[in-house]
């Protein structure tokens, strides 16, 4: 079975922090997203990356960065995190080069800015 | 603009009924289209998947049908249990701009 695993289930940040996400998958799997799902929204992309240290931005990259070093891990960070970041942040994972291949999900991280 | 509708919202239904959530789609040109549940507190997983030329998928219960020319997409239930309580997400795939565009989901509720 593919493995998705998030570092954080739930996440209390302070407004100015630096966050980081951390996501691994196990399946050797190309491509890595990260989202964010907000109420009424849908799961909006904010980074892929398709290559071990290449990335391309989503839709709703402002605020965010990304680095991946190594195939298996995603990192998605707050550089200053602010109020309107909190949401749940998703990461997933699919298998080859094409963005329309079946994507596979982690838990999500629930990340709360006061 | 490429955009994935659900309706409803959110549906609360009795143990044991049937229900259809509805998905339609701007989606320009077209590849595929994805069912997936999400449990609370959970990532989505995948229970369908649909091409063009494909007009109907089952998953167990979950059967899946796909009208290309109306850009419509429904998800049938039968014989629902507790554990359907989730949502679920319609997802399709754009090939010319290989994007993947998300609904809001329907939030189902299947009470005791």
């Known amino acids: ?114 | 603009k490429n955009q994935v509708e659900q309706s409803p919202q959110s549906l609360i239904i009795l143990e044991g009924k049937n229900c259809t959530l509805q998905c339609n789609y701007t989606v320009s040109p077209f590849s595929n289209l994805r069912w997936y549940k999400q449990d609370t507190g959970r990532g989505p997983v995948s229970l369908t998947i649909m091409t063009f030329s494909e007009n109907t998928k089952s998953n167990g219960r979950y059967t899946a049908t796909l009208d290309a020319d109306t850009k419509q997409s429904s998800l049938h239930i039968t014989a629902s249990q507790l554990s359907d309580s989730a949502s679920y997400i319609c997802v399709v795939i754009n090939t010319g701009g290989f994007k993947t565009i998300f609904g809001a989901g329907t939030r189902l509720f299947v009470k005791a």
């Open chain 1, 1 to 114: 079975d593919v493995k998705v695993t998030q570092s954080s289930r739930y996440l209390v940040k302070r407004t100015g922090e630096k966050v980081f996400l951390e996501c691994v998958q196990d399946m050797d799997h190309e491509n890595m997203f990260w989202y964010r799902q907000d109420p009424g929204l849908g799961l909006r992309l904010i980074y892929f990356s398709y290559d071990v240290k290449m990335k391309e931005k989503g839709d709703i990259p402002e605020g965010y960065s990304v680095s991946r070093e190594k195939k298996e891990r995603f990192s998605l960070i707050l550089e200053s995190a602010s109020t309107n970041q909190t949401s749940m942040y998703l990461c997933a994972s699919s298998p080859i080069y094409r963005k329309s291949s079946e994507q596979y999900f982690g838990p999500g991280t629930r990340l709360t800015v006061t």
